[in-house]
């Protein structure tokens, strides 16, 4: 059975999912490493919490490929799947948010750099993940080339929004999912078609023996008229031969 995206519960996990994405991010910069950090209660609890990201990100995407995929199978057995509304569907929800997301960093990042280029989130401090955000692109290649979901893969992430890869990966495994798919259903309906035209083709032979065994029966009267017994004894005579003198010939 499938779930309905306004589905309650699973949405409010989703959400949950998302807050501790946020989290993780902020903590890379904002918090210094775990190891340098001082190791009392209140610090365990609050590295920790903020320690799940990956597997929030993993639940994330788990969720939203149970919908997507749920949506295109049914349009897929109900033979309204198309290409183009899929991937303008697919496309203008990761917009919405993603487009905005580019334009603000793009200002944000300018801004930091040109006045606030002494930052340890700018300049990488390693107590702070290594991040190097003056040394992140933010030219128009790599802004277009994150608009169409090749951050990470063609092009660079841009500018401080190091985990955009993610976002790229997400469109194109809706497009792998949706050919696999696909191929299935028509893999499937090959072997359909190819079943049922053996099927016909054998209750097609079926059906012209019985025509043939009918056609021979009304001919002569009786089945029994092709048996050896009723050929002239011209015919069968050497076969009574071959059983010998002995053997009556009838």
């Not at 499938?2 to 519960?9: F, I, K, Q, R, T």
């Not at 995929?69 to 309204?80: V, Y």
């Not at 078609?193 to 083709?201: D, I």
Request: charged share 10%; proline share 5%; hydrophobic share 50%.
């Amino acid at each position: 059975m499938l779930v309905s995206a306004d589905n309650g519960p699973i949405n409010i996990l989703r959400t949950v999912a998302a807050l501790f994405v946020v989290l993780g991010h902020a903590r890379t910069l904002l918090l210094v490493d775990y190891d340098n950090a001082p190791h009392n209660g209140a610090q365990v609890a609050l590295y920790g919490v903020t320690a799940i990201g990956h597997q929030a990100v993993v639940v994330f995407f788990v969720l939203s490929g149970y919908w997507v995929g749920g949506s295109l199978l049914r349009k897929a057995r109900q033979g309204r799947f198309s290409w183009p509304s899929y991937l303008a569907d697919r496309t203008t929800r990761l917009w919405v948010v993603l487009v905005p997301a580019l334009v603000l960093t793009l200002a944000l990042d300018a801004i930091g750099r040109r006045y606030f280029g002494a930052m340890t989130a700018c300049v990488g401090d390693p107590r702070y993940g290594g991040v190097a955000l003056d040394q992140r692109p933010i030219d128009g290649l790599t802004f277009f080339g994150n608009v169409f979901f090749m951050g990470g893969i063609r092009v660079p992430t841009f500018g401080s929004i190091t985990a955009l890869w993610s976002l790229g990966f997400e469109f194109w495994m809706y497009v792998i999912a949706a050919i696999i798919l696909l191929s299935f259903f028509v893999l499937r309906s090959s072997f359909a078609g190819a079943a049922g035209s053996f099927s016909s083709s054998s209750r097609l032979a079926q059906r012209f023996s019985s025509v043939i065994a009918f056609s021979s029966t009304s001919q002569f009267g009786s089945s029994e008229l092709w048996s050896p017994r009723a050929l002239p004894a011209s015919i069968h005579g050497p076969t009574a031969s071959i059983r010998g003198p002995c053997s009556p010939c009838v």
